[in-house]
């Protein structure tokens, strides 16, 4: 399965850092939206530190920081890599076409 490799709280539009969870072609039969997100299009699937005591770690996904450094979030962050792709699987269309199609403020 996926490997991780760095901590935070976060919703949807919040900058965080966190552990980026590296996911493999094997990985596609589980999670395949959350792999193809990873490998085709370079987003970073992060394993935070959850504000809330009851829960350890939360999942969510972020844009790849070319300083890979602190970034933004574009999901909200799940307690379970299963509820990030699910998510995921129901929001794909939204997901891509905010990042491909996003104009930027000069």
Known sequence: MATMSGEGAA??????SGSEIRFLSKDEET??????LSLDFDFRILTI???????????LITYRDS???HTTAITPAFES?????????DNIIEILHDTLFATTED
Do not use: C, F
């Open 67 to 69: 300083r890979d450094v």
């Open 49 to 59: 530190a959850s504000s809330d005591s009851a829960i350890k770690k939360q999942y």
């Open 81 to 89: 890599l299963p509820d990030l792709e699910e998510y995921t699987n």
């Open 31 to 36: 999670y395949p939206q959350l792999t193809r």
């Open 11 to 16: 919703n949807s539009g919040d900058v965080i």
